[in-house]
């Protein structure tokens, strides 16, 4: 195949810190290139450079045999670069096919002012006809699913060259494309890049390494800024990539089941009395002292939604919950939050954190009661806190002043689960905790669960990974459909396995 895209050399600093060292990176027509790496690597900055948001240092760049600088994301885009972020960039509250053509409008315009709607229209609808997306480009954006609005960008992104400046075989970058989706969705996402894999090419960024291994023609681990040879994702083996990833062997341990606690005879943390929700039936059970309950289920199981009633951040329509055995109370996540009850959300950058704020006053948001005293913040308590709180976490930051934007993702969830260890806390809800997040960070995440575990805290752990929700739990609920089909134990030497669980997840098994 002939190549397409080819770096050689480039390097990248930001002050002192050097970020890209000396990356050399070929692309060839219809492949896929998988690119993995630990938070922080420098899978960021090379995009970045590819994609016209940053300039490099050193190197050069050459697309289709030719010089290739690009001034800007909008110049990378005429040139046939595109990029489909982790965080979707479509706009919710205007149809499909404004998004399709967006930011080329100009293109559509009739006597220099008037746009040509029709046009747009039939643009659009050519776009996903070639993508196998049975979409209608008139209606809200918004009223599709996360997972559906994925491939729209995905499609936007693979095809708007060709269908708006005649531009063929362009060059995609996706980011974590696959963070938010579930098992469903995932198939589904596969089967659509491998139908665009005959129109376009791509460089795809995932910290799933079983996906890398299925989708790409050839791969790279990332590390510390540096770019490992070519790997062939099949013959490989996976101990290999995972030490190019983090310089150390993966712990034959990696969810840490051997400090599972034992809980028969621990006392009650809390009991969940007919929690309902407007899309989740009555939820009852019991959860100890140190254990861990999963929940799994597909998208729309409804296992966010009782997670979110449960930490009181929606508050259910019925039900109740006692805590250490105090009377029940309807969930409201301030009382909770002073009864010992913290909350993870799964989308850390929408609900978790504020990234422009600095990660002492990230770390600090639901501390107010220990920060603030007669009316008056006490910034010297709250630094010393977070200086702990980033040395327990091992979160990597210049300092407690930092925006935490400026944060990789693993960092920024450690920041997310570090808040709730300066509290006395009794129950914690997790809602996808290792979402976005590399294979390094993961393992000292689980660590960082057992550890409270140890200390008594329960876990209610959602997550949308079979194998996380197995490693870690003592026991696993399932929801379908908002009701809650099925409960497995899962003790130390005695785990269930995916089949035992997708079986129950799926409507026929209902």
Not at 439 to 465: C, F, N, P
Request: proline share 5%.
């Amino acid at each position: 195949m002939a190549e397409l895209l080819k770096i050689d050399g480039v390097s990248k600093s930001y002050g002192p810190v050097p970020v890209l060292h000396d990356i050399s990176l070929s692309v060839s027509s219809r492949s896929i290139i998988g690119l993995i790496g630990e938070n922080g690597a420098g899978k960021s900055t090379l995009f970045n450079i590819i994609s016209g948001l940053a300039r490099p240092d050193t190197g050069s760049m050459q697309l289709k045999c030719e010089a290739y600088a690009p001034r800007d994301f909008g110049d990378a885009f005429k040139r046939g670069v595109t990029r489909v972020f982790q965080e979707q960039a479509l706009v919710s509250n205007i149809p499909v096919y404004e998004n399709l053509v967006l930011s080329q409008e100009h293109r559509f315009t009739r006597f220099g002012q008037v746009l040509n709607k029709r046009a747009m229209i039939a643009v659009a609808e050519r776009i996903v006809a070639d993508a196998g997306i049975d979409v209608d480009v008139r209606r809200l954006t918004s009223s599709y699913d996360f997972s559906k609005r994925q491939a729209i960008e995905i499609a936007r992104a693979c095809l708007a060259p060709r269908h708006l400046m005649g531009i063929e075989d362009p060059v995609v970058l996706l980011d974590e494309p696959t963070s938010a989706l579930d098992r469903k969705d995932e198939t589904a996402f596969f089967d659509l890049l491998l139908r665009l894999k005959t129109q376009a090419s791509f460089i795809f960024v995932s910290h799933r390494l079983s996906e890398v291994r299925t989708l790409s023609d050839a791969m790279h681990v990332m590390r510390d800024g540096r770019l490992s040879p070519v790997l062939n994702p099949v013959t490989t083996p996976e101990t290999d990539i995972y030490a190019l990833m983090v310089g150390r062997e993966r712990s034959d341990d990696y969810y840490h089941v051997a400090r599972q606690q034992s809980v028969e005879d621990r006392p009650v943390v809390c009991q969940v009395k007919a929690l309902t929700g407007r899309s989740f039936s009555p939820v009852s059970f019991d959860i100890r002292q140190g254990e861990i309950i999963g929940i799994g289920g597909l998208l729309d199981s409804g296992k966010s939604a009782f997670g979110k009633a449960l930490a009181g951040v929606e508050p259910p329509l019925s039900g109740a919950i006692s805590l250490a055995g105090n009377a029940p109370q309807t969930p409201r996540i301030a009382a909770l939050i002073r009864e010992g009850v913290g909350y993870v959300p799964a989308e850390r950058l929408v609900e978790g954190i504020i990234p422009s704020l600095a990660l002492a006053i990230n770390l600090s948001l639901p501390s107010a009661d220990r920060f603030s005293r007669f009316g008056l913040w006490r910034l010297a308590r709250e630094r010393q806190a977070a200086e702990a709180a980033v040395l327990r976490m091992g979160v990597r930051s210049g300092s407690p002043g930092m925006p935490l934007r400026n944060l990789s993702g693993g960092n920024q969830q450690k920041v997310v689960l570090a808040r709730w260890l300066q509290r006395d806390l009794k129950l914690l809800v997790l809602d996808n905790p290792t979402r976005g997040v590399d294979a390094g960070a993961k393992e000292e995440i689980y660590a960082h669960i057992r550890h409270l575990t140890e200390q008594g805290v329960g876990i209610v752990l959602i997550t949308d990974e079979l194998i996380e929700l197995i490693g870690l739990s003592n026991r696993i609920l399932i929801m379908q459909r908002g009701e809650l089909v099925a409960e497995l134990d899962a003790p130390v030497g005695g785990k269930p396995t995916e089949h035992d669980l997708i079986p129950h997840m799926l409507p026929s098994a209902a």
